[in-house]
C-alpha cells in the first residue's frame, strides 16, 4: 500500500520562513511562519514528521536558505532547492506574497517542476565561504593600502621606502 505524499514549499527570508503544505491532490492542508533559527526550523521538522510521507522545497535567497537545507538534510528529510531564475511561476507573478510564494513552490514539488539548483556538498559551502571571505578581506587591505598612499600623496609626505607595507618599513613601527 502506497502512502501518501505531502509536499512542503518554504519561502524563506533572513528572519522567517514562510511553510505551505498541500496533499498529493494539491489541496492545501496547513499554511504558517516560523522563525528562521534552530528553534523554528525544529517546529518545522516536527511538523513534517507528522505527517505519512513528504518532501519540502525551498528557494534558494541569498544564503538564508543554508542552515534551513542543512537541518534537513541533518534530519534526512528529502529537500530541494528551488532556483530563483527559473521558477517562473513565482517570479512572473502579478501578485507576490510569502504565501502564494510559498503555495506555488508547493503545487512545483508536486507537480515535479521544479527547477533546481545545483547544491555542492556542506564541506564544499564550507570551503568556498572561507575562500569569499579571503578575498573580501583582501580586497579590503587593498582598499586601505591605496587610501594610505593617496593621503600620503595628498599631503606630501615622502615616505623613503620603496614598499611601505613590506618588511623595512614594518620594521620602523615601534
Known sequence: MNEAMNYVGIDVHKQSL??????????LLDEFRL???????????DMA????GFKAVVESSANYWT???????ENRIPIKLSNPYKTKAIAEAKVKTDKIDARTL???LRADLVAECYVPSREDREKRGLIRERA??????TELRNKIHDLLAKYEYSHGFSDLFGARAAGTVS
Open 136 to 141: 573580501s578581506m583582501t580586497k579590503i587591505r
Open 18 to 27: 514562510q511553510a505551505a503544505i498541500i496533499d498529493e491532490t494539491g489541496k
Open 49 to 52: 514528521r507528522c505527517l505519512n
Open 35 to 45: 522563525r528562521n533559527n534552530r528553534e523554528g526550523i525544529q517546529r518545522l521538522i
Open 106 to 108: 508547493a503545487q512545483l
Open 67 to 73: 542552515k534551513l537545507f542543512d537541518v534537513l538534510e
